[in-house]
């Protein structure tokens, strides 16, 4: 069966870092891309990163580019997101996701709450 | 970017009625050389993550059933829920992943009227 499980989420001042993780199970991790995708309380839904299955290329949405950084360690079968300068409006449920290998998401884990609060 | 909106906001059907959700994109995401629309269409219950349905603008993801239908091409889709199902109860969102960023459409919220 196929498991995402992220972690690392917390509350955090503006302009401090978090680390989220995603732990992945029940597939061959190495063979995917995989992304992040987060939602706002109450909000719909925005992407963004992407990272290639073996770390050589990322994507970012413009918001977070050079804030946040996407990559992974296939032997530990671990996604992370490391995400620096943070603001308010990063406030957000962010979920790891897998690629379906055309850009889509097949499998999504449950979440972790980052709130950037002072 | 490419921008995604969705029609209406919110709609509520009747029990085994007739849901239908529209999505357009603000540029055409037809790849010429596959001739495959680039469009997804994802289902988010109340406090879960969401739930891929269709690819390919009209491609049934394993396991979802087949009230659950995608039609449209270029830059005009259409999410259409042919029996509607109690458990349908949701957001359903649109997705584009014909060029980064991927851009998801606002949502459209379905109740039972």
């Known amino acids: 069966e196929v498991q995402l499980v992220e972690s690392g989420g917390g509350l955090v001042q503006p302009g401090g870092s978090l680390r989220l993780s995603c732990a992945a199970s029940g597939f061959t991790f190495s063979s995917y891309w995989m992304h992040w995708v987060r939602q706002a309380p109450g909000k719909g839904l925005m992407w963004v990163s992407r990272i290639r299955t073996d770390g050589s290329s990322t994507t970012y949405a413009d918001s977070v580019k050079g804030r946040f950084t996407i990559s992974r360690d296939n032997a530990k079968n671990t996604l992370y997101l490391q995400m620096n300068s943070l603001r308010a409006e990063d406030t957000a449920l962010y979920y790891c996701?897998?690629?379906?290998?055309?850009?889509?998401?097949?499998?999504w884990g449950q979440g972790t709450l980052v709130t950037v609060s002072s | 970017d490419i921008v995604m909106t969705q029609s209406p906001d919110s709609l509520a059907v009747s029990l085994g009625e007739r849901a239908t959700i529209n999505c357009k994109s603000s540029q055409s995401v037809l790849y010429s050389s596959n001739n495959k629309n680039y469009l997804a269409w994802y289902q988010q219950k109340l406090g879960q993550p969401p739930k891929l349905l269709i690819y390919w603008a009209s491609t049934r993801e394993s396991g979802v059933p087949d009230r659950f239908s995608g039609s449209g091409s270029g830059t005009d889709f259409t999410l259409t829920i042919s029996s509607l199902q109690a458990e349908d109860v949701a957001v359903y969102y649109c997705q584009q992943y014909y060029s980064t960023p991927f851009t998801f459409g606002p949502g459209t919220k379905v109740d039972i009227k």
């Open positions: 996701a897998r690629d379906n290998n055309w850009s889509t998401f097949d499998y």
